[in-house]
């Protein structure tokens, strides 16, 4: 496996903000002096009433809760725009690029400065006022990447109104579920999205979605024109973004706030199926995402940040709009997919607006991968100065493709592990801090405690391999799960007494640093040995032929559990059976003979959600040949990829050694 390591670059470690002895002396204090060092950190934003209370916090059951900032007031929304205005109001606050190029009849995009966003979401914010929307209140957006979703979320948190953003691809029944759950009032949509030149009927979901809600919740729908095609509007109940936002004042004075008032919801896979509503507050989650995007980026106000995820997870959250703007950023917004209209898409953009700070997901970089380079290196891509990783581990072969083709070796990696959960970056490099090992997310960020468990709960020392818990609360953690406080607690908090579970294996190394290994539910137990898929999965990348694997288990007689895996070639590379027989004897060079694949089905895509994991429940279930329950696949990117791997499933004969 790849053990190269890339040293800290001297002009990055001479001129970052966070270089290894500043890491150092910040992580012991975080972790000694936790009052002093949050009480530092908080002061990143504008608090209307100062707090004097930091954290009062617990993970055991007697005292249990989550806790930070309580006594203090402020505004997420005036953090991320008015104390901008000042300084920064002609600057782009966000920069936005349609589904299709200008030459394709896309548009030239739209560039909102901090000026344009604040009459935006002051006009929003008293439109939703006037609808009778208060403090409290859920609102539902179900947006394509547009910047009014960006504004949307600011209107509701300038009134203290929680939002629930639902991805602009899910299903009616995902949207009724969601809407169900938090008993939204009012939904923002949009008449139809964009999404890799294929039309999203959004308003069509919602009417559908409303009719499979018991009882009425959602007294008005507020629908954006994104390309002007003829909706049904339901008088009475839908009304147009438009006129709604035209008729308002351009000042909304921005409500104070407490601490923990809630901010937003949103909803994460559930291990019974029902979808979590995770709920985040607003002070301790604002710090915790201000400060996460400054020194995990080196972020300078003004530098150009594209970070490639959709609003309709955490990371667009976290790092396209709150982050990124509560420190004064320029956040560029991407309707599209990373095909289309073809395979240079995301280094086109790069280029034409020079954006200096790139975070994607693997699973995107791996699709980018597989086409060759010659798409990448048709472009300039000089304005990058630093890479970025999320979504799950990035296996050591993408990270070299993506550091020496798309940065040309001159661009450190920030490989971060964290979760919706978790708010922000957990463990991750700093790129004037940390040495690079690819495939690993390296080092805990300030006031993060991990430890190594095994599965009764002791800790484990040195270079170990384990379950990954967290010992103390930070100021980004979910408060509970939305109407479900004792779900909350038995699901992270009793596996480990007093520890919150992260549900990841992880790995750490001699020299310290952390390496996820994927889902402690997705370790396969084979004759008695644990081993993590990610493993596996790195292995068969590393084959010269292959795209992408995943990798579960299914019950197999003789070793309990079977390695089962699915892989996906390289766009000009075939299936046969001497490259089934080959990929076998790989891994087994690779890792050694206990991971030897019982089974490889090649398969020419994978299930994946919106925002690219790979739905790796579906996929045991196909092994187990149990495809009677595979639930909702609604969600998926590609619904239809399930279907082919059902019809083409390896028997029990077609054992691959």
Request: charged fraction near 25%; aromatic fraction near 10%; charge should be negative.
């Amino acid at each position: 496996m790849n053990d190269h390591v890339y040293p800290v670059p001297a002009d990055w470690a001479e001129r970052a903000k966070i270089n290894k002895e500043r890491y150092a002396e910040l992580y012991r204090e975080s972790l000694s002096n936790p009052d002093a060092f949050w009480r530092r950190e908080a002061q990143r934003l504008d608090w209307q009433k100062p707090f004097t209370k930091v954290s009062e916090s617990s993970f055991d059951e007697a005292t249990f809760g989550i806790s930070w900032f309580s006594d203090g007031q402020l505004n997420v929304s005036a953090n991320c725009i008015d104390r901008h205005l000042a300084e920064r109001g002609d600057q782009p606050a966000i920069i936005w690029e349609p589904d299709s190029p200008p030459e394709m009849g896309g548009g030239e995009g739209r560039i909102i400065t901090y000026a344009q966003l604040h009459e935006a979401v002051c006009r929003l914010a008293n439109g939703l006022k006037s609808l009778g929307i208060r403090k409290g209140d859920r609102v539902t957006i179900y947006l394509p990447m547009i910047p009014e979703a960006a504004i949307s979320m600011l209107a509701c948190a300038r009134i203290g109104a929680i939002h629930s953003v639902v991805f602009g691809g899910f299903s009616p029944d995902s949207i009724a579920n969601r809407v169900q759950d938090c008993d939204s009032r009012l939904i923002i949509t949009a008449d139809e999205g964009l999404r890799g030149g294929k039309v999203v009927p959004l308003k069509a979901n919602v009417d559908e979605a409303l009719k499979l809600l018991h009882g009425p919740t959602v007294e008005k729908v507020v629908v954006v024109t994104r390309t002007g095609a003829g909706v049904w509007m339901e008088e009475g109940r839908d009304l147009s973004y438009e006129e709604l936002v035209a008729a308002q004042s351009p000042d909304c004075p921005a409500d104070v706030l407490n601490a923990e008032d809630p901010l937003f919801i949103l909803y994460t896979s559930g291990s019974t199926g029902k979808p979590k509503g995770v709920l985040h507050t607003m002070g301790g989650y604002l710090t915790w995402a201000s400060m996460t995007h400054e020194y995990v980026f080196d972020y300078r106000p003004g530098e150009i940040f594209w970070c490639a995820a959709d609003v309709g997870w955490v990371t667009g959250h976290s790092y396209v709009v709150y982050g990124s703007l509560a420190n004064g950023a320029t956040t560029l917004m991407y309707e599209g997919v990373p095909n289309f209209p073809d395979f240079s898409r995301f280094w086109q953009i790069i280029d034409k607006y020079q954006v200096q700070i790139f975070y994607a997901a693997p699973t995107a970089l791996r699709a980018l991968m597989r086409e060759g380079d010659d798409w990448v290196t048709k472009t300039s891509r000089a304005s990058l100065r630093l890479l970025g990783s999320v979504g799950e581990p990035i296996n050591p072969e993408a990270w070299e493709w993506y550091h020496r083709v798309v940065g040309e070796g001159r661009c450190p990696i920030v490989d971060t592990w964290w979760q919706t959960e978790t708010g922000a970056a957990m463990i991750t490099p700093m790129p004037g801090a940390t040495d690079l090992k690819p495939g690993s997310a390296s080092f805990p960020m300030f006031g993060v405690e991990p430890q190594l468990v095994d599965g009764d709960g002791h800790v484990l020392e040195g270079a170990t391999e384990g379950n990954l818990v967290l010992t103390r609360s930070w100021p980004g953690q979910m408060r509970t799960v939305w109407g479900d406080h004792r779900r909350f607690f038995e699901t992270y908090f009793t596996t480990y007494r007093g520890k919150y579970f992260t549900g990841d294996g992880c790995r750490r190394d001699a020299d310290g640093y952390y390496w996820i290994t994927g889902r402690v539910d997705d370790v396969i137990n084979v004759s008695g040995h644990r081993m993590g898929t990610a493993e596996v999965e790195s292995a068969l990348v590393a084959h010269a032929k292959v795209a992408e694997a995943a990798v579960v288990g299914y019950p197999h007689d003789l070793k309990g559990q079977g390695i089962y895996a699915y892989v996906t070639l390289n766009a000009n590379d075939v299936p046969s059976e001497a490259l089934r027989r080959d990929l076998v004897q790989w891994v087994r060079k690779e890792i050694g003979p206990i991971a030897t694949p019982d089974v490889i089905q090649f398969a020419p895509g994978l299930p994946k959600t919106r925002s690219g994991k790979i739905m790796r429940r579906i996929l045991r279930k196909i092994a187990e040949n149990d495809v009677s329950s595979l639930g909702d696949t609604s969600t998926l990117a590609d619904p239809s990829v399930v279907a082919d791997l059902v019809a083409n499933r390896a028997g029990a004969s077609d054992k691959a050694a």
